[in-house]
């Protein structure tokens, strides 16, 4: 309440103070927060409603308990569209960072050290900023069809060029399954690296060059300046980059469902999609809400691993 | 059926799909679906004996048309004949690639902006489910109208039964209706077989393990399959179960019953196949949504094998690249041995592209006369002229120059006589096919998995669509 309506024998209270100050913050806070309710959480309780009714498209849904989940239990084809999904999740986060770091270490300090500075990049490096950015710019289904000529089995680019070496390329999109997954994860990181190159970059070039130069005079090479210095002084970006890609690789939608032949393999979004089609909208928010707890779960899990303290600088 | 191909416009949607299907987005998505449950009023006029469906003359009329192996030019000859004989309608024909991505979220809502659907291709919907969800329309008042040439003789009478019979799904009631008869089975150059491999048409799988022997022998491969769409090898493979076991084996796998794809037969036929792709006669190598048409034009231009999984849609989709002594025919599936129960040329021939009308549609009387005009002779033979298939419509090409792969195809209808067997499930369940049949044989074809797992596959398939309550069984009549 505005201090003049306030009553005397609660003003100076301490609690009442604390109260008063939330009311402030609630105050500016009620309209987007009303919005927010109204447009992100009320579509996830309504799909998590959704998915324990048999609703299949029409004016009616019957409330049908965990029946799609048991559903979901017994499909064989559910556990290996989540077969596909783990492992992009657990590979392509490892593969994408990875080789985010090393191009946004060698843009930032990969370099010779010229004219006496402590670090710089290897030459030509604010041109590769710009390239590796390329892919973030094109969309996902683009990418997906372009690559999808250029692994093409008689007529792709990769094995055009082994066929001009004179080994005889295999079917990558249309053969076995581990190569289907290795091209998925092959354009999966391609298509995110120039993001984590951009980011990591950012991030390493807050880092204080007197730390390099320190370490520099320390008689420290370039591989050992990036995992004792570089790397612990970005460890919270990296963090938010695993995360972020993690639910990128469990969300691979478009690039698989266009460039991958559905009977080779699919992510489960993709096996979501289908049940869509089908009309078995229940059976589907099912999957959508199972994948919804598997993203928090595996947030959850790399946000409490390896939490360390911030070192300020 | 046909072509399938992503183009720019198609790639923009299917971001868009992304976006929308995005883990966060799904209950977004779910969440406007639910309501609209207001009736959508349909035009209608008055019934007369020029009009006996009574269409509205100026309500507007859409069609879909699946933009594949056929073209849509063949529709729009009908479409222009509904704009002659109701010139205020001003109809409107959208072809496409994408049928279900397109059509079907408007159905689902009660709003459909289609007023007749081709419902055919890689992305068609699932007919089974449109039926159950009450959102298509019965047809049974076209079949029952007069015909547009003679009217004293109804639409049924003028087509062959098949039609009707794929068009029910399990009651008296007509869901969807097809305009042409596929023929399916081996196809292959009479030209190459006969003078390139001095061979006759293998009547038994013996001859054809024999041919495929001179081929290789020749450098080219007996056999191809497309990788991209495994399910063309059904096209060859079907006739072969029912040939080998009867029609007891092919009902049971329509009725889901429990160990039809288990049965003696199934086993034998998979295992002939498993031979042909353990000598490494088959050519492969063919993947993406063009898998098909690589195939068709290795065959057909380059000369690299000898026969190739197909329907009688190919001699139009792969015109381009045949040459003109190829002498494109079509064979039935040769018989495993004298044990067979069906004899030799019994043919997997169902009356193709099928037509549905959305229950809601705003145009619905329009959408049944656009189908009754469909099936009039000058439709049927413009069919036949345009794409090169037969029509449903009894005597429709009668005395016309047939091309050879359409003649050959005639011939074999001919020759099965009664011996005609068409897999219901593949409309009734179409996942079954679509999914489970496409992801089993791809691994066979490869040599991944047996005839013992191919069948094991199958059935536990055919199981889970059996116990799955989503999914409206059809019940022997």
Known sequence: MPPRFTPERVRYDRRYRTLDKYRFVVGFLAVPLAFYALFVISPFLQAIYYSFTDWSGGPVAHFVGFDNYEKMWNDERFWDSLQVSVLLLVIAPVVTLVLGMFFAYMITSGGRHRRGRAIAGVAGSSVYKVVYFFPQVLSVAIIAVVWGRVFNTNSGLINGGLDKAGVDGPAWLGGDETLGLISLLTVISWSFIGFYVVLFSAAMGAIPKDVYEAALLDGAGRARTFFNVTLPLIRDTVRTGWIYMGIQALDTFAICLVMVPPHVLKVTPVFLYERFRDGQYGYATAIGVVLLFLSMAFSLIVMRVGNRDRIEY | ?477
């Not at chain 2, 040769?334 to 030799?344: H, I, N, V, W, Y």
């Open chain 2, 1 to 477: 059926m046909g072509s399938t191909s992503v183009n720019r416009r198609d790639v923009m949607k299917r971001a868009a799909a992304a976006g929308l299907l995005a883990v966060p987005a799904v209950g977004a998505l779910s969440s406007c679906a639910s309501g609209g449950g207001e009736e959508n009023k349909a035009e209608k006029g008055d019934k007369s004996k020029k009009n006996p469906l009574g269409v509205k003359e100026d309500a507007g009329l859409t069609v879909y048309v699946f933009n594949g192996g056929y073209g849509d030019k063949y529709a729009q000859f009908v479409t222009d004949m509904y704009a002659k004989k109701y010139p205020e309608s001003d109809p409107n024909q959208k072809p496409t690639e994408k049928i279900a991505t397109q059509v079907q979220p408007k159905i689902v809502r009660g709003k459909p902006t289609a007023d007749v659907v081709n419902n055919s291709g890689a992305d068609q919907m699932n007919p089974g489910k449109l039926v159950h969800n009450k959102q298509v329309a019965d047809l049974s008042e076209v079949l029952d109208a007069p015909s547009w040439d003679d009217p004293d003789v109804t639409v049924r009478e003028t087509l062959v039964p098949v039609v009707e019979q794929m068009g029910r799904f399990g009651g008296r009631e007509c869901y969807q209706l097809n305009i042409s008869l596929t023929v399916y089975g081996n196809w292959y150059s009479k030209k190459l077989l006969e003078d390139g491999l001095d061979s006759s048409y293998p009547k038994t799988w013996d001859e054809m393990l024999a041919v495929c022997k001179k081929a290789k022998a020749k450098g080219i491969h007996g056999w191809s399959y497309p990788g991209g769409h495994p399910r063309y090898m059904f096209f060859s493979m079907y006739a072969m179960f029912a040939q080998r076991g009867g029609r007891d084996v092919t009902t049971a796998m329509d009725y889901l019953e429990p160990n039809a794809w288990k049965h003696e037969a199934v086993k034998e036929v998979f295992e002939a196949w498993e031979e042909l792709v353990a000598k490494k006669y088959v050519l492969t190598g063919f993947d993406g949504n063009e898998a098909h048409t690589e195939m068709q034009t290795a065959w057909t231009k380059e000369g690299k094998c000898v026969f190739v999984p197909n329907g009688s849609w190919v001699e139009n989709e792969a015109r381009d690249t045949t040459p003109k002594d190829f002498a494109m025919t079509v064979g039935a599936t040769p018989s495993l041995d004298s044990g067979d129960k069906m004899p030799f040329g019994t043919l997997y021939s169902p009356a193709g592209e099928p037509y549905i009308v959305p229950a809601k549609a705003k145009n619905r009387q329009g959408g049944l006369e656009w189908l009754r005009m469909m099936y009039s002779k000058e439709a049927a033979l413009n069919l036949f002229n345009e794409i090169g298939s037969m029509p449903v419509v009894k005597g429709a090409i009668d005395g016309q120059k047939l091309p050879s792969g359409t003649a050959s195809a005639q011939a074999a209808i001919k020759a099965a006589g009664e011996n005609i067997v068409i897999p219901q499930f593949m409309d009734w369940y179409n996942e079954l096919f679509r999914e489970d049949f496409n992801n089993m044989i791809h691994k066979f074809m490869q040599g991944q998995i047996g005839p013992k797992q191919a069948m094991d596959t199958m059935q536990k398939a055919s199981d889970r669509i059996m116990q799955d309550p989503d999914i409206t069984k059809v019940k022997k009549a």
